[in-house]
């Protein structure tokens, strides 16, 4: 496809080259035949001949030339024969012209139905490739549409998955201020809101972005886990074990969110069971995201939604999918990377 985008390209942005071509092509019988016909005159007719010939050619250049300059201003005009026929009248039109200067001066045309033949090749010819760059542009503007069209599409699922995620954190967030608040800890309630305001400038900015550096993603993990601190007294820990050279690694904006929240939801976190999360890079350049399981006695009385929602948006963005292995010890979610 990017072949022929340039070959199309080459017509409207050199026309001059695609018309010395075509002049090539329509001359050719007279170039096959130029030392036959110069067989036939005397020598101090050679001269002559060779300079007709000149310009019989350098006009078959300008006429093509404005041909296709003429066709490439109507691209609004999609009947073939309508193009074919405004076509027909200007070469009509050059034709006379020339006829007219062969008239004037020496003419070496030897066989004039070989020149009209080559007028009526000449017309069909500047048709026919107006005609495909009319298509190819239509063509070109339709595809545009679809992709814009595709792209507002894609955008506003994405926003719709990502809205999902900040009614249930922003519920948990407000939990932890009013439990600081009967605490009365006036510092770590100003670092815990301080803390807060960094997580929600990202997510409200979130709607703005759909890929975002891995090194964004982390430090709103980082900055995260201060709110995690408080929540569960220290007893929920994260551990990052990613290279700062590969922190420029794409990711879908909001993707470590739902699957520490999934962690929360479906694990005992206690004095018994302490959570540390790990969250590093592999060999296939995917990021993993595991912890230990300590299923909680009763079912935790969620439906799957946020796993779920992460897999719909790296399907749109990436179009990739993640993999969740999980054994009796171990949960691991694996996200590709770009």
């Known amino acids: 496809m990017g072949s022929l985008d340039e070959k199309i390209s080459v017509v409207k942005a050199k026309p001059w080259l695609v018309s010395l ?36 050619f350098l006009y078959f250049w300008g006429l093509i030339w404005f041909l296709l300059k003429s066709n490439l201003r109507h691209e609004d005009c999609t009947s073939f ?82 809205n999902q995620i900040n009614p249930h954190f922003f519920f948990n967030s407000l939990n932890g201020i009013s439990s600081l608040i009967r605490k009365k800890n006036d510092e770590n309630t100003l670092l815990y809101v301080t803390k807060l305001s960094d997580i929600f400038r990202y997510i409200l900015q979130s709607d703005k972005k759909n890929l975002v550096p891995l090194s964004e993603e982390l430090a709103f993990i980082e900055a995260f886990q201060h709110v995690m601190v408080v ?5 929920l820990t994260f551990t990052i074990e990613v290279p700062e050279d590969k922190r420029n690694l794409r990711i879908p904006v909001l993707s470590l969110l739902p699957l520490v929240e999934n962690v929360t939801v479906h694990n005992i976190i206690d004095s018994e069971h302490r959570m540390d999360i790990l969250i590093r890079l592999n060999e296939r350049m995917e990021l993993v995201v595991s912890n230990p399981i300590y299923p909680k006695l009763t079912l935790p009385d969620t439906n799957g939604t946020g796993l779920k929602n992460l897999e719909n948006r790296f399907l749109l963005l990436m179009n990739k999918q993640i993999r969740v292995e999980s054994d009796e010890d171990e949960f691991q979610v694996y996200l590709p990377l770009k």
Not at 91 to 118: A, E, N, P
């Open 21 to 56: 071509v075509c002049a090539v092509f329509i001359a050719y019988p007279n170039l096959a035949w130029i030392f036959c016909d110069m067989s036939y005159l005397a020598p101090n007719d050679h001269q002559g001949f060779l300079l007709f010939f000149g310009f019989r």
């Open 231 to 235: 929540r569960f007294a220290n007893k």
């Open 81 to 162: 024969f309508e193009r074919l026929l405004w076509n027909a009248l200007y070469v009509s039109g050059g034709f006379v012209v020339y006829k007219l200067i062969s008239f004037l001066t020496i003419s070496y045309d030897r066989f004039l139905s070989i020149i009209i033949f080559q007028f009526i090749v000449l017309a069909l010819l500047c048709t026919l490739i107006g005609y495909i760059q009319m298509l190819y542009h239509n063509q070109r503007e339709k595809d545009q549409l679809i992709e814009n069209l595709r792209v507002e599409n894609l955008q506003s699922r994405c926003d719709a998955l990502v």
